[in-house]
């Protein structure tokens, strides 16, 4: 399996065409299909199903395009790396993007004491940058709880508690301190990465919400909450894509959440990567 037969199969998955791809690679057809049946024998599966509007991806397909993605951003980086040696170094960050608050007073501390060097950022959910630090795109990760912490090593660097974000026309009545309690009463927007950690705290307290929509966009969710659809329950750090909301803090201390910054366990950590280590650890 080449990087170059990689890098045809992604362009095939993204375009869902052969001939597009093609066309993008600029090389002819032929030769171009004649590499994923290269790849589909050495593999000895079935990547594509073709269909007569193009191809679409089997199970194994995939589960390659996946790990290629992965693969190819790791040689990318690794090629500017090489690239740059010598004359700048390259520090890897994985960050979800309401992290990215919490990070900027250590990356700006670190940037001044280190003017030779630059940053590549990997966007993503957790889970994505676990994988990404797990194989080797990213030297460290910006992450939030819960999540798994096998594998890893990490130091924590905020908590925070969980917000109601509430529709500018709802009241809600409560004696005092906003508690899980008071919402039973009002439909609730869940961000499903939190999804099992808040109806956990709600199980805990024998209460059972009434769920109006799950979604894997925050930021988008605040449209529903200015429709005055529902109240959405969100990390504290979300307050930046709250402008013109009512925004509560919930008194659950159940529900607090942990950034921490991890790197790989088992894995000496480069010098470069230890001196942004000592940084947001001291």
Same mark, same amino acid.
């Given at each position: ?50 269909? @007569?509007? *193009?191809? &679409?991806? #089997?199970?194994? =397909? ?6 290629? +993605? ?21 520090? @890897?960050? *994985?960050? &979800?993007? #309401?992290?990215? =608050? ?6 700006? +501390? ?173």
């Amino acid at each position: 399996m080449e990087i170059r037969q990689l890098e045809y199969f992604r362009e095939i998955a993204t375009t869902g065409s052969i001939n597009e791809a093609a066309r993008r690679l600029n090389m002819s057809q032929p030769p171009l299909s004649y590499q994923m049946k290269q790849l589909e024998a050495e593999l000895n599966v079935t990547l594509f199903e073709r269909t @007569r509007t *193009g191809v &679409t991806l #089997t199970e194994a =397909g995939k589960l390659l395009y996946e790990r290629a +993605e992965n693969l190819l951003n790791f040689v990318s980086s690794t090629r500017q790396e090489v690239a740059e040696a010598g004359k700048k170094r390259v520090l @890897r960050i *994985g960050m &979800t993007p #309401t992290t990215v =608050g919490t990070m900027m007073p250590f990356i700006s +501390e670190f940037a001044r004491k280190n003017p030779d060097v630059n940053f590549e950022v990997h966007d993503g959910i957790t889970y994505t940058l676990y994988n990404y630090l797990m194989d080797g795109i990213v030297d460290v990760a910006v992450v939030r709880t819960p999540l798994r912490l096998d594998g890893v090593e990490y130091t924590e660097l905020h908590q925070e508690p969980m917000i109601a974000v509430i529709p500018s026309e709802m009241r809600l009545e409560r004696e005092c301190g906003l508690r899980l309690k008071d919402l039973m009463n009002s439909p609730l927007i869940l961000y499903r990465r939190y999804e099992k950690f808040i109806m956990d705290a709600f199980s805990a307290q024998n209460l059972t919400p009434d769920i109006f929509c799950l979604c894997d966009d925050a930021r988008g969710a605040m449209l529903w909450v200015r429709e005055g659809l529902a109240v959405a329950i969100f990390p504290e750090s979300m307050r930046c894509f709250c402008e013109g909301l009512h925004i509560e803090t919930l008194a659950e201390p159940a529900l607090e959440t942990k950034i921490l910054l991890i790197w790989k366990k088992g894995k000496q950590p480069t010098s470069l990567v230890q001196k942004f280590l000592d940084i947001c650890m001291k």
